[in-house]
């Protein structure tokens, strides 16, 4: 019920937004554009209805609104507008809508959706403090200085604002990094480097502000022995408390270095990556950004058949391992009902499959959501694909060196019908020998293997593996067990 009343909320922002830009917008002087815009506003609230369901604007909690969930309003906004606009002109050439309309009618609504509910958050966050600090003048808290500049201090000082009723205070950041030095972070200032924990807690003390506890956030491997044996002597001095966040056996990764995580193959070193690599993501981000608005009215037309056929929700989303091992939240429209019916009894995976979902399935329509996946950059149309922990290769590195790919290489020579060693193989052998043509020949094929069904290319495999033995660098030994030979 309370999803249902935000869908309200949201509607009722949407037509005061469309009702004040056709007023701004539109000229008061032209009767034919009060019916235009009459129609323009009715398609607005047809499209924004399914637009938001998927975009799950209704099932948000808006005292908690991230920067995520704007992001999500932003979109909506955008294809509410977008469609609205296009249909309008596609059913009635001689719309009487301004240009301009659309434009303010977008940062309207984009104005009234986000302003809600930030205005929400707002509120929520000032009776929270009222709250939870009324009463506590003069209480004990203890400050805390962390070492290190990453995803964990950025969780601590949110943590610490947030949860007023642990009483600690984030009095400053340590970072081994010289550029970071003297900027902030969520408002706390970084004050040096942690070779100079000494003068810093000095400096803080002659301001009156004497540290209870250090938080590290860095690995040993991160600091210099300077540090190290600085965070030694203070702790076994017992003047305060020194916590490790990350094990102390060196294999901790460096906070500071996003490169850190990168997974290394067989041989100790990464994957080489061609000069083409680099391109792809542009090429991706543009390609995708013109498909989302393209097919976005088939999108939503398939959205809705799956709702009707299957149920709520139309979007299926599952984890898998992306690039560089990343967890990525892979999308799909849903083709399978729930695990049991009406009786309790459990249904196999063939009768949980409908027919609409099968159709869905044989056309690769179900997989349309993933132009999403590959827009914010969690995928690429062309690469290896996706594949769940348990399906991995042995040696899984070289498949987590590049985006998982909407198709690939070893879908096309085989697709399901070969083992997963093999498609590692092709998978290798594309990496090495990825080039936009490819790329081209990639999809070619894969609008083949839609129409006509997939066949096991054996000729390629075999050459994926021979590529691999000649290889000295290869990541892959070639007695790896699936090896497929001819």
Known sequence: MHCFVLLVVDLVLVSASTLVAVIVAMPSS???????????????????????????????????????????????????VALATVLVFAFDRTAHVTINLPVVQGLLMLNALLGARLATRLRHDRRRRARDFSGSAGDFRENVLVIGLGPQTDVLIYGAAKNAEEKTEIVGILSPSNRHHGRRLRSRKILGAPDAI?????????????????????????????????????????????DWLLPRDGRGANSDDPDAAMPATADGQEPSLNAYLPWKRLIDAAVALVCMVVLGPLMIFVATVVLFDIGAPAIFWQQRPGARGRPIKVLKFRTMRPPRDCTGRALTDSERVSAVGGLLRR???????????????????????????????????????????????????????????????????????????????????????ILFGERVDRNAIHEAWQAIRNDQSSVLPANMPGHTSI
């Open 363 to 449: 056309l690769r329509l179900d997989e349309l959501p993933q132009i999403y996946n590959v827009l914010v950059g969690d995928m690429s149309f062309v690469g290896p694909r996706p594949l769940l922990p348990v399906d991995q290769p042995s040696v899984p590195a070289v498949r987590l060196s590049l985006r998982p790919g909407l198709t690939g290489w070893a879908q096309i020579k085989g697709g399901r019908e070969i083992s997963s060693e093999d498609k590692a193989a092709l998978d290798l052998w594309y990496i090495r020998n990825a080039s936009f043509a490819l790329d081209m020949k990639i999809l070619a094929h894969t609008v083949r293997i």
């Open 30 to 80: 032209a009767t034919a554009a009060i019916g235009a815009a009459s129609t323009y506003g009715a398609i607005t609230l047809a499209t924004a209805v399914p637009v938001m369901l998927i975009f799950g604007l209704n099932r948000t909690l808006w005292r908690f609104t991230s920067l995520g969930d704007g992001l999500c309003v932003v979109g909506a906004t955008t294809w509410i």
């Open 198 to 242: 000494y003068e810093v807690l000095h400096d803080l003390a002659v301001h009156g502000v004497f540290v209870d506890r250090i938080v590290v956030a860095l690995s040993p491997a991160a600091l210099s022995q300077k540090a190290q044996a600085a965070l030694v002597q203070l702790q076994d001095g017992g003047s305060l408390r020194v």
